[in-house]
């Protein structure tokens, strides 16, 4: 089953393919019941054989998918962003650099509701997942799964809390993309994943390790993409210090992370009384940028960016910014 919000976002209300009640089926065809039980183990302990998920089981699950894709209404290049409601328990969310302060629950849906309502807004088709008050950092979606234009991978994210967030993002994904999936001892956060094009740079630090860079890399290689790691400091997530903010320019806290490996593109830094502006999302045609950091906005538009501001200042307490809270993906 789905429900529309008053925003527009499509909102599955059951991910696995469980009716609500009404009869009605979800926004998706799900991943088989029967192998609701392996996913779980894959996302409890990630030891979930490699064989589990074969080519040709992905298959079947991918037409059976698309078929459902079409009756839906859904056509080709359409623009998706997978997101996730707010656990209630955001307050017990993981923190590495920040201290911890009250979040003010109610505000921190209202901020999230608009930033989904923007993404509707600018023609991308919103899917929301549901949360669990078990999952305190599960609006942070981007952690969970890397995409490209041929191919998806499932993070196994560095925090061990955060495991149980993935079997209904691989549900979702499953639908659209080839799978593959990131296995132990290698741990890699979505967050320290920045693509500009064929180019892909990782960032090994607190929850991406160096296996973690060579399993995405190893995957990534095949299709085109050169993939480097970089460097951090200070920071929890390579894209807290760098991301794209035009098709010609990345926006960089020179502080955190070293702007000469980005040598090739236009950097623009951010101002140093703002160090959190860098974490911008970039829509292809316009910019969002948090309301929070005003002077850096202010640099982007001098260099032609078109921005939007949104405020997401209660979730940057729990060291979130404007790319977690989506996975972006052309279907």
């Known amino acids: 089953m789905v429900r529309t919000r008053n925003n527009g976002c499509v909102e599955p209300l059951a991910v696995r393919g469980e009716t609500c009640?009404?009869?009605?089926?979800?926004?998706?065809?799900?991943?088989?019941?029967?192998?609701?039980?392996?996913?779980?183990?894959?996302?409890?302990?990630?030891?979930a054989p490699r064989k589990s998920f074969t080519a040709a089981r992905m298959t079947i699950l991918?037409?059976?998918?698309?078929?459902?894709?079409?009756?839906?209404?859904?056509?080709?290049?359409?623009?998706?962003?997978?997101?996730?409601?707010?656990?209630?328990?955001?307050?017990?969310?993981?923190?590495?650099?920040?201290?911890?302060?009250?979040i003010d629950l109610a505000r921190a849906r209202e901020q999230h509701d608009a930033y989904c309502g923007l993404l509707s807004e600018l023609a991308w088709t919103v899917i929301r997942l549901p949360t669990s008050i078990d999952l305190p950092d599960s609006v942070f979606v981007e952690d969970t799964a890397v995409v490209t234009n041929e191919v998806a991978i499932l993070t196994k994210p560095g925090a061990a809390s955060r495991l149980a967030e993935l079997p209904p993002v691989l549900d979702v994904l499953a639908n659209f993309c080839e799978m593959e999936f990131v296995?132990?001892?290698a741990t890699l956060d979505g967050g320290d994943v920045l693509t500009v094009g064929k180019n892909v740079w990782v960032g090994v630090g607190d929850r991406t390790n160096q296996q973690g860079f060579e399993s995405l890399r190893n995957y990534l290689q095949p299709h085109g993409y050169t993939v480097r790691s970089a460097q951090t400091k200070g920071c929890l997530h390579l894209k807290t210090a760098v991301n794209r903010a035009a098709s010609d320019c990345l926006i960089v806290n020179p502080n955190w992370i070293d702007p000469r490996i980005f040598s090739e593109?236009?950097?623009?830094?951010?101002?140093?009384?703002?160090?959190?502006?860098?974490?911008?999302?970039?829509?292809?045609?316009v910019t969002l940028v948090s309301k929070?950091?005003?002077?850096?906005?202010?640099?982007l538009e001098s260099h032609g960016v078109l921005c939007r501001t949104i405020d997401m200042s209660e979730l940057a307490k729990a060291e979130?910014?404007?790319t977690c809270c989506s996975i972006l993906f052309d279907a």
């Open 21 to 47: 009640g009404t009869g009605l089926q979800p926004v998706f065809s799900p991943v088989e019941n029967r192998s609701h039980n392996r996913l779980t183990d894959f996302a409890t302990d990630c030891r």
């Open 62 to 102: 991918r037409r059976r998918s698309l078929e459902s894709f079409f009756e839906k209404g859904y056509t080709p290049l359409m623009k998706f962003a997978l997101t996730r409601d707010i656990s209630p328990a955001i307050n017990q969310c993981e923190l590495t650099h920040l201290d911890r302060a009250p």
């Open 183 to 185: 296995l132990p001892p």
């Open 265 to 285: 593109w236009k950097v623009i830094e951010i101002d140093p009384s703002e160090p959190f502006a860098a974490n911008v999302l970039w829509l292809g045609e």
């Open 292 to 299: 929070s950091y005003p002077k850096s906005r202010d640099r």
């Open 320 to 322: 979130g910014g404007l």
